[in-house]
């Protein structure tokens, strides 16, 4: 199980860090995944970390988020700063353990947390 917590109301300009715990398995061998959904947007990529240690980043938020892992807490997170307004959304993390996949869609994760809601104040 994957359990997302660290949401809550930032100010634009702020900085905020969402977290990613997994139970039941280790995480040393899967990729990891953030993803938000806006209303009535569907789901989009944030960011991942692959089990080789290669990160990717959608285009809207690099620069100003850091994707991080301890494999030996079983824990990612994500670092956001410099947040916005359109940065507003549930943040989901996501894993997997398949090789080879496109990282950067949702189809390619098996296992979902329940999702934690961001809003940014302007």
């Known amino acids: 199980q994957l359990q997302a917590s660290g949401g809550g109301l930032v100010q634009a300009g702020g900085s905020l860090r969402v977290s990613c715990a997994a139970s039941?398995?280790?995480?040393?061998?899967?990729?990891m995944g953030w993803f938000r959904q806006a209303p009535g947007v569907e789901r989009e990529f944030v960011a991942a970390?692959?089990?080789?240690?290669?990160?990717y980043y959608s285009e809207s938020v690099k620069g100003r988020f850091t994707i991080s892992r301890d494999n030996a807490k079983n824990t990612v997170w994500l670092q956001m700063n410099s947040l916005t307004p359109e940065d507003t959304a549930i943040y989901y993390c996501?894993?997997?353990?398949?090789?080879?996949?496109?990282?950067?869609?949702?189809?390619?994760?098996?296992?979902w947390g329940q999702g934690t809601l961001v809003t940014v104040s302007s």
């Open positions: 996501a894993a997997d353990h398949r090789r080879g996949s496109n990282w950067r869609e949702a189809e390619s994760y098996t296992y």
């Open positions: 039941g398995r280790t995480l040393s061998s899967y990729t």
């Open positions: 970390m692959a089990w080789t240690g290669d990160i």
